[in-house]
């Protein structure tokens, strides 16, 4: 999840521990942090990574953490805690929201378009 400030990236964070995530479950990165992420990423990617979503969606994150964004990665593997999750990203002002499932990469923000790619 991506949010424009802190205060609401740590407002997620409380409803994610209020919903009994641990702490250990939820990473935070800040914008500086997810540049550097997503620069060592892009430094690393194989050809095979332009092909699908994901090298789009790497770049869309660091236009966000351009912009200032802080971003909040939730480990939710069971189907219940990824819609916890989509729920928390739509009631905390999320401007992106993605959940990485075994097959395919799913904007759960609420604020995408009808053509985004999924």
Same mark, same amino acid.
């Given at each position: 999840?991506?949010?424009?400030?802190?205060?609401?990236?740590?407002?997620?964070?409380?409803?994610?521990?209020?919903?009994?995530?641990?702490?250990?479950?939820?990473?935070?990165?800040?914008?500086?942090?997810?540049?550097?992420?997503?620069?060592?990423?892009?430094?690393?990617?194989? =050809?095979? %990574? &332009?092909?699908? +979503?994901?090298?789009?969606? @790497?770049?869309?994150?660091?236009? #966000? /953490?351009?912009?200032?964004?802080?971003?909040?990665?939730?480990?939710?593997?069971?189907?219940?805690?990824?819609?916890?999750?989509?729920?928390?990203?739509?009631?905390?002002? =999320?401007? %992106? &929201?993605?959940? +990485?499932?075994?097959?395919? @990469?799913?904007?759960?923000?609420? #604020? /995408?378009?009808?053509?985004?790619?999924?």
């Amino acid at each position: 999840m991506a949010f424009r400030s802190a205060i609401d990236q740590q407002a997620a964070v409380n409803a994610l521990l209020d919903q009994k995530f641990s702490d250990s479950a939820l990473v935070r990165y800040s914008p500086e942090e997810m540049k550097a992420q997503v620069d060592a990423e892009l430094e690393n990617a194989s =050809a095979f %990574a &332009a092909f699908g +979503y994901e090298l789009d969606l @790497i770049k869309k994150h660091r236009a #966000l /953490a351009e912009d200032g964004c802080s971003f909040l990665i939730v480990h939710a593997p069971e189907d219940a805690q990824a819609e916890s999750v989509a729920s928390v990203a739509r009631a905390t002002k =999320a401007v %992106a &929201a993605q959940h +990485y499932g075994r097959f395919m @990469i799913e904007e759960i923000s609420g #604020l /995408a378009s009808g053509n985004t790619p999924v």
